[in-house]
């Protein structure tokens, strides 16, 4: 018997595994359907001996020192800071969008000041900011909007902008000065040898058996165990009982070419005719030096394994409906980007997860509080 299973390998269930079996001292049995540790954010050495992300480009970032105090126990890290260049025009412009964006593309000379006034002069005006289209027209205008915005999110998404919330697009920060870094946390790194040994190294520990390509639906009634933590798709969990969850997926092509680099920066988006939405080169990700380079192609598809929930209110209304039935459920846990239908970044699935911990602590010293209490 186990005290825990952890279904799922990625960053919500080798937090919680970790995190179980060293301050709980509990033993814990954590499986995936995949060959692999690590989740999304598995990374690996392909063919040509390069480092590469399985399932496209993973870049750490967070403002929260304690979730890097946390990760910084199982890697060291390599500072970088990402940059993304956008396909546009028969240009390669800065995204988001900035002074240089604006000047290269209008072939202009503006200030800060000036791009303001240029902005000022293009945006809409939207009683309610409500989705993702009105969130750029609102702020740059409808031009900007169909360049850099529109044809992207609709092959991403497989819908209009108009029909996604707001938080989709307001993702991407629209800038005057000349700050051209994607993210602007102030921790923004990866690690030093990648996230597949940092999942290692968190999952090594006498009170944790890791089981691979193994599908909880196959083995739910066959593996005994006191407590569950599942970090798959939460609809799944219900057996689609209310109805499927959109979650929108990726076909990634993997590529290595005869040369040393591709293009100028990590990760080139293609906003207007291409059927994919972005390359990714991973050598700027990685330093690693090789005279040949490998990329990513991603290509957005609604069939395949689930990556992104879907932000539109009808799928957070079913997502509430489900999350009912899982706080119905006794001994359950749900954590992570599928389980709690929420488009979270990796830090963001590590403070889940790490505040999951401690509400699991906190349950199991409320009993005895509330008898010390009872007593007196
Ligand atoms: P996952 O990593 O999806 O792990 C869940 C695991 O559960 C999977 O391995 C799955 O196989 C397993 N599982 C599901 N159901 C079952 C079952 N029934 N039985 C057994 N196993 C099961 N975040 C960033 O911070 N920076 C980025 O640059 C970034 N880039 C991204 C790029 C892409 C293309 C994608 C898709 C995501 C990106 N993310 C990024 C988000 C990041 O991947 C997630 O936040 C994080 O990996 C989620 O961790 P998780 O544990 O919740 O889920
Ligand atoms: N987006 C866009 N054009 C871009 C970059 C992003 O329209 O050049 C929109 C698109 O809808 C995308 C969302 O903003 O899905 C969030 O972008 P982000 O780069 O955060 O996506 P992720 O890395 O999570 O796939």
Known sequence: ????????????????????????????????????????????YDDAGIL??????????????????????????RPYEHRVL???????????????????????????EQLEEFFASKREIVDEVRTSEDVVVSTIGRELYEKFFRGYTRKQWG???????????????????????YFSDS????????????????????????????????????????QLIFTGPIDEFFDWKLGRLPYRSLDFKHVTLDRE????????NYPQTEQYTRITEYKHLTGQRHSQTSLTYEYPTDTGDPYYPVPRPENEALYKRYL?????????WFVGRLATY???????????????????????????????????
């Open 324 to 332: 009912a039935l899982a706080d119905a459920q006794s001994d359950t």
């Open 1 to 44: 018997m186990f005290d825990w299973l952890i279904v799922g390998a990625g960053f919500a269930g080798s937090v919680l595994a970790e995190r179980i079996a060293t301050q709980r001292g509990e033993s814990v049995l954590i499986i995936d359907r995949r060959s692999h540790i690590g989740g999304n954010a598995y990374d690996c």
């Open 52 to 77: 590469v992300h399985r399932y496209g480009p993973h870049i750490f970032h967070t403002n929260a020192q304690s979730i890097v105090d946390y990760l910084s126990q199982f890697t060291a890290w």
């Open 159 to 181: 819908v209009e902008p108009s029909e996604l919330s707001k938080s989709v697009t307001a993702r991407v920060p629209t800038r005057t000065n000349r700050d051209d870094r």
């Open 342 to 376: 929420r488009y979270y970044n990796m830090d963001q699935v590590v403070g889940q997860a790490l505040a999951t911990f401690a509400r699991i602590q906190t349950r199991d010293t409320q009993p005895a509080a509330a008898f010390v209490e009872a007593a007196q």
């Open 261 to 268: 680099q591709f293009q100028p920066v990590a990760v080139v």
């Open 86 to 112: 956008s396909a546009v025009d028969d240009k390669l412009l800065p995204i988001p969008i900035n002074l240089d964006t604006i000047n290269k593309l209008y072939d202009l000379d503006l200030t800060s």
């Open 187 to 226: 921790f923004q790194c990866m690690p030093a040898h990648g996230y597949t040994r940092m999942f290692e190294r968190m999952l090594t520990h006498p009170r944790i058996k890791v089981l691979l390509q193994t599908d909880y639906r196959e083995i739910r009634h066959l593996i005994p165990h006191r």
